[in-house]
């Protein structure tokens, strides 16, 4: 599996941004796919998952600001990111968990997000 993320950029604070994840490969045994992000000298962090089922969770501090989506057709998952604060800036990382005999997983290139206040 193989995950492009696009879409970061620098935005005023209150802006929006959409990133897109394009999966390709073995796609098929994919469970979920989510959104971390990792601020400069921060761990890590889950921001959005999406399951196969199309159930969604968020981190609390990204809730009724972020939206996880995804378009089947096109094996992409979004993140339409809404009243950015300058606290969301991060590289961004798009992540999909697979099943196929044993759980592997995967990350795409980070794209980098800045919001300026």
């Known amino acids: 599996v193989q995950l492009q993320a696009s879409g970061g950029g620098l935005v005023q604070a209150g802006g929006s941004l959409r990133l897109s994840c394009a999966a390709s490969g073995s796609i098929a045994s994919i469970i979920t796919m989510d959104w971390y992000r990792q601020a400069p000298g921060r761990q890590r962090e889950l921001v959005a998952t999406?399951?196969?089922?199309?159930?969604?969770s968020y981190a609390d501090s990204v809730k009724g600001r972020f939206t996880i989506s995804r378009d089947n057709a096109k094996n992409t998952v979004y993140l339409q990111m809404n009243s950015l604060k300058s606290e969301d800036t991060a590289v961004y990382y798009c992540h999909a968990d697979q099943y196929s005999s044993r759980l592997l997983s995967y990350w795409g290139q980070g794209t980098q997000v800045t919001v300026s206040s």
């Open positions: 999406i399951t196969r089922g199309g159930s969604t």
